[in-house]
């Protein structure tokens, strides 16, 4: 008889009055560690194959032109150059990369490198492939691009004039707009004592900095017409979605490898383009080809974290400092291409009111193109400019009616006795004390004491600045929050996907969907298993890294603890019992090994 792993009925719990210690939350050494201390990681610039070459891009140094010809004869003829590629050719082999957002955005196409035109200093022209990295960069400037410059937008604001527009095809530089309505903001006027407005606030573009640039390395199987590769992908199962259409190929072609990832931070999520130029080359030269991006690569051209401006801020206030809600029109810049964009024109709703009460929440949202570098989701995406914008709109209000900014955050945030608490949007808050945490890191700081020390510091010409922060985020995404912006998307809100099974000789291995850069997977996974089975998080092996032929979904992994650890406890009550008689039969049982039930 065969029998199927299935979802219990019922997921596992403690009894009622039961205590059972455990090692979920316990400080345990990582296990992950002492490969890493002793050098024994295996990054994918340690992947080395015979005869490969390695890719070097040649990139725009103008942030809008039209490209009228690329010559790659003088780089071919250098001693070690193995081959390029150029847009035309990706123009011909590949189809544009599919757009996550509705008209007028979903029409902007999109290339592994510039096809027509640049739209930004730093987009792939060309990609050459040479015996050594040295020699393929010394190469590269030796091919030669005719350009003709065109007009730029560089501002948000000015790109919704659409004067210049990036993308002919999609008519506009608007890639989403829409309008959130929660609650009643009319009424919430009505209602007011003060009304507080705020004509322009600005969040600039920032980039994180991982200590690892990214990169792959790409082998092709002629044979089965798979490409293996390996590299620092974050998101491999999305980069592939994104990648199998474009390259004319099913899913199944395109194998990510990955074990060790120095950093991501966002950065890592967009590197479709880059991967699919390094297919398309491995395919054309019939060797492996290896590509490790430049540090200034990484900071000029690599994605930056999203730009947004916010005019014409309403805040509505009572008398005693309760804001009753705000209403905001967001211009959010997302660079040249949107890529993982529009999807930051709502992942932002996650954390809509941010610590605060307000129940009447009115947000204009806007996404455009301007001749920047595009955006991915840096840290804290999204929601931390939305975050930023709750910050303010607090001190401003507190600033413009001569109240405390301490009090009026006190006043304002969600109480600890409305735990669990729903946003006007509908999102839960499970639990939190802010105005006990506030005290804390008020004490902390010696905050009494900032005006004396403020003074101070005038009275010698210096200035001391206090500032407060109070923010929260999502444990996870729901990426079935992009069904509202498109309902044709094929997102379904908070998958992952994880399997623990046991071996014959009683090993627990357990796989996972994510793919780790640090954050201690195998360590956290292991102790939500060695829980549930009685046994040591020693007792379980958790497979290092990312392969596609085993692994899964392979989400973000910075938010996946919490789907990650679900999945993965709901993948062990049939394996309890299975245990069990595995151990009677195996000739390496532990003496006094017992059975345990599942739930009921």
Same mark, same amino acid.
């Given at each position: ?248 190929? @099913?899913?199944?072609?395109? =194998?990510? #490898?990955?074990? !060790? ?5 966002? *950065? $890592?999520?967009?590197?479709? &383009? ?79 009111? @941010?610590?605060?009460?307000? =129940?009447? #929440?009115?947000? !204009? ?5 301007? *001749? $920047?570098?595009?955006?991915? &989701? ?223």
């Amino acid at each position: 008889m065969t029998e199927t792993t299935v979802t219990p009925e019922r997921p596992l719990v403690v009894e009622e009055g039961e205590t059972r210690p455990g090692f979920i939350g316990q400080n345990i050494p990582r296990k992950e560690d002492k490969r890493l201390v002793q050098g024994e990681g295996v990054f994918f610039d340690d992947i080395k194959r015979h005869e490969m070459g390695f890719v070097h891009f040649v990139r725009s140094p103008y942030a809008h032109a039209r490209i009228k010809a690329v010559d790659v004869a003088k780089a071919l003829e250098l001693d070690g150059v193995y081959g390029t590629l150029t847009g035309d050719e990706v123009a011909i082999l590949t189809d544009p990369f599919f757009e996550l957002s509705t008209p007028p955005g979903a029409h902007i196409k999109d290339y592994a490198l510039a096809v027509g035109k640049v739209r930004h200093v730093g987009d792939p022209v060309a990609a050459v492939v040479a015996r050594t990295r040295d020699l393929a960069r010394d190469a590269a400037e030796l091919v030669e691009v005719e350009y003709e410059p065109l007009p730029l937008v560089l501002d948000g604001e000015q790109a919704l004039a659409d004067e210049v527009v990036l993308h002919d095809d999609a008519g506009s530089n608007t890639v989403w707009s829409g309008t959130f309505d929660w609650g009643d903001f009319e009424g919430a006027m009505a209602e007011a004592d003060h009304v507080v407005k705020i004509e322009r606030l600005h969040f600039d573009r920032f980039s994180s900095t991982p200590l690892e640039c990214s990169g792959c390395l790409v082998e092709y199987n002629r044979g089965t017409g798979q490409w293996t590769i390996y590299g620092n992908h974050q998101m491999p199962g999305v980069g592939a979605i994104w990648m199998a259409p474009a390259l004319r190929v @099913g899913i199944d072609k395109l =194998r990510f #490898v990955s074990q !060790d990832i120095g950093g991501g931070f966002g *950065n $890592k999520i967009t590197l479709h &383009p880059q991967f699919t130029a390094c297919c398309l080359l491995a395919r054309k030269l019939n060797r492996p080809v290896q590509w490790t991006e430049w540090r200034t690569d990484q900071h000029t051209a690599n994605t930056h974290g999203n730009e947004r401006t916010f005019l014409d801020v309403t805040v509505p206030v009572k008398a005693d400092g309760t804001m009753l809600g705000f209403s905001v029109k967001a211009i959010d810049d997302c660079g040249a291409f949107p890529r993982y964009e529009p999807l930051g024109c709502i992942i932002w709703a996650q954390v809509t009111p @941010g610590c605060y009460r307000w =129940r009447n #929440v009115r947000v !204009d949202f806007t996404q455009v193109c301007t *001749n $920047k570098s595009p955006v991915a &989701p840096n840290r804290g995406y999204s929601r931390m400019q939305h975050l930023w914008l709750t910050e303010r709109i607090v001190d401003i209000v507190a600033s413009e009616l001569g109240l405390d900014p301490v009090e009026v955050r006190k006043k304002n945030y969600v109480k600890h006795e409305e735990f669990p608490y729903e946003t006007p949007n509908g999102c839960i808050y499970d639990s939190g004390d802010y105005a006990r945490c506030l005290d804390i890191a008020l004490d902390l700081i010696g905050y009494d004491s900032l005006e004396e020390r403020r003074r101070d510091a005038e009275s010698r010409g210096k200035l001391f600045g206090i500032g407060i922060g109070s923010t929260l985020d999502s444990g996870t995404n729901n990426f079935g929050q992009s069904m509202i912006l498109n309902p044709d998307l094929q997102f379904s809100g908070n998958n992952e996907g994880a399997t623990v099974k046991l071996d014959i000789f009683g090993e627990v291995v357990v796989t996972l969907g994510t793919v780790p850069q640090g954050q201690g997977h195998a360590t956290t996974t292991s102790q939500v298993v060695a829980d549930i089975l009685g046994c040591t998080p020693d007792d379980v092996n958790v497979r290092a890294g990312h392969d596609t032929y085993w692994n899964s979904t392979a989400r973000r992994p910075t938010t996946s603890s919490s789907p990650r650890g679900r999945r993965a406890s709901r993948a062990i009550p049939r394996l309890r019992f299975r245990s069990w008689r595995s151990a009677r039969s195996s000739t390496r049982t532990t003496p006094g090994y017992r059975k345990t039930s599942t739930s009921r």
